[in-house]
């Protein structure tokens, strides 16, 4: 039973057991990742203080320039993860390939994958907006005791074990599930612990928030465009209110508590979609649908679809329940 106030270490140890591969590692895992993110939240609240802010020279796997803390938040998480000796492969959206990861005794006996983004919306940063950190968890699928291989990542998001974020905003916040709820972890700065504070996180069944670069609306396909239409009609609760910070992680994170939708959807200039699959739109949808919550490409469920490629980019529909499939409706009838 989750309860206020217990912390993040306390709240592994009392619910281990609901985790069907009860063995310790995905609570050593997630302990992994509660340190990183310690170390990238102290790296990103002083950003503005110190020559980490601003773009690194060099472009990542998508075509996008990589900056200075996306760079810094890669190295942190992967070394973390590798350093512990929990994982047996990662992959990250700023690097081209998997990292196939030894254990001490090479051989190859730890049993996870980990995907990450390692800093969601980190353009935000040189003007002081909520950028965060998102991470899926898989079994291997290939034998324990040989290396992993890209099977392993290519796993459907229904396949996850555990996925959640990390916000970095007023306060920080990581969020996550193992399949038993969601729930969320304030950290007290001042002793560096993670407390219990959101717990058991629900989508309401519908919101009056839409979220969505309307500033696309000309790229945008037939079904989006009458979606926003009917959000912005005075009929019923609507109007609906237009939100959108640029991070999905945030805008994520404030449609989970006051109820809303996110979409980032197809455009003429982006086909198949900006988001990708692996690192952010799977994730998303495990901790969307263990929130009462609903995630889709539009068409189809978001952790149905077989992943071809780790960068693989997709649509995304994702938030309370009711919302997504009046959009969903739009996009059949269009």
Do not use: W
């Amino acid at each position: 039973m989750a309860k206020k106030n217990q912390t993040l270490g306390e709240f592994i140890i009392e619910n281990q057991a609901e985790f069907q591969y009860s063995s310790g590692e995905l609570s050593r895992l997630i302990n992994s990742i509660r340190l990183a993110a310690k170390v990238v939240n102290h790296e990103v609240n002083k950003a503005g203080l110190v020559d980490i802010i601003g773009a690194f020279g060099e472009t990542n796997i998508q075509g996008e320039d990589q900056q200075k803390l996306d760079v810094y938040a890669n190295e942190k998480f992967i070394q973390t993860l590798t350093n512990r000796n929990i994982v047996c492969g990662i992959a990250s959206e700023e690097n081209d390939d998997f990292i196939a990861i030894n254990s001490l005794d090479e051989k190859n006996q730890n049993k996870y994958i980990v995907l990450i983004d390692p800093l969601d919306g980190s353009s935000n940063i040189d003007v002081n907006v909520s950028v965060g950190t998102i991470f899926s968890i898989y079994r291997r699928i290939t034998p324990v005791g040989t290396p992993v291989t890209i099977d392993d990542f290519l796993q459907k998001g229904n396949e996850q074990v555990a996925a959640g974020y990390v916000v970095y905003g007023t306060s920080t916040m990581l969020v996550y599930s193992t399949g038993h709820g969601v729930n969320g972890f304030t950290l007290n700065p001042a002793i560096g612990t993670f407390y219990l504070s959101h717990p058991n996180m629900e989508f309401s069944e519908t919101g009056n928030i839409y979220s969505i670069n309307e500033g696309n609306y000309a790229h945008f396909p037939k079904g989006v465009k009458n979606y926003i239409k009917y959000c912005q009609q005075e009929e019923d609760d609507r109007p609906y209110t237009s939100r959108y910070i640029g991070s999905l992680v945030s805008d994520f994170h404030r449609n989970l508590i006051k109820g809303g939708i996110y979409i980032y959807p197809q455009t003429s200039k982006a086909p198949t979609g900006k988001l990708r699959l692996l690192y952010e739109c799977n994730p998303m949808a495990y901790l969307a649908e263990q929130a009462n919550g609903l995630a889709s490409d539009g068409f189809q469920r978001i952790m149905d679809i077989k992943p071809t490629e780790l960068h693989q980019r997709v649509p995304i529909f994702c938030g309370s329940r009711k919302m997504v499939e009046k959009a969903k409706e739009f996009m059949k009838n269009s």
